[in-house]
């Protein structure tokens, strides 16, 4: 039985056959519908008009990279969630998808079983759609750009502190608790240690200033009022 309730609608974008062939076996037989592109520009309108609940995305695709794809979707406000699929490798590498607009990011060769897992995570975040620009208080947080603005002045993050600060700002003013923050955040990585959200936390207390990150005993964290 799939995982989930309904019909949930994937487009793959992967110009190397074998492994759209592959992904679209695997993802049908775990009730997905999935869709198929091979080119950047053929990606870009079935992504523009296909209704997908996701999007899997090779970034060295003829026509159009991934990079222009992704960010030509958010420039248009279409915020429909993109996992990256890249054979380069490295932080900044990973860096640049997530700057262009993606929420997440996997270098190949990969797991089948976390692709499935960061796709589930995906499709369990709001799917509303995003404003341009997130607010709370002198904090600004603008998801298409990746950039975050603390009194006017720019804030450079990694990807994770980005994506554990977005994850805060999506929820503000209610709190997030540690597992929430894990998912969204580590999704599909396995065991990971719950620890890492208390340093991860730190790592922004430290840049953005201590008093904006509460910690709500028992329950988890939120961006202060």
Do not use: C
């Amino acid at each position: 039985m799939p995982w989930h309730s309904g019909v949930v609608r994937l487009l793959v974008v992967e110009d190397e056959r074998r492994m759209a062939e592959a992904l679209q076996r695997g993802l049908e037989a775990e009730g997905f519908v999935v869709d198929l592109e091979g080119t950047g520009p053929g990606g870009l309108d079935a992504a523009r008009f296909g209704g997908y609940d996701a999007v899997v995305l090779d970034i060295m695709l003829p026509g159009l990279s991934g990079y222009t794809l992704v960010r030509t979707l958010r420039e248009e406000e279409n915020w429909v969630p993109v996992l990256m699929l890249s054979a380069k490798d490295g932080e900044y590498d990973q860096a640049d998808g997530l700057d262009y607009g993606a929420d997440d990011y996997l270098t190949k060769p990969f797991s089948f079983v976390v692709l499935l897992a960061r796709l589930r995570a995906l499709l369990r975040r709001d799917p509303a759609p995003r404003p341009a620009v997130l607010e709370a208080g002198q904090l600004r947080l603008d998801p298409a750009a990746h950039r975050v603005m603390r009194d006017g002045s720019e804030v450079a993050l990694s990807p994770r502190e980005f994506a554990l600060l977005e994850t805060l700002f999506r929820a503000h003013p209610t709190v997030v608790s540690k597992e929430r923050i894990l998912d969204s955040v580590w999704g599909g990585e396995g065991a990971v240690d719950g620890n890492l959200v208390e340093v991860y936390v730190g790592y922004l207390r430290r840049k953005l200033g201590r008093e904006r990150i509460e910690t709500v005993r028992g329950a988890g964290y939120r961006l202060a009022p």
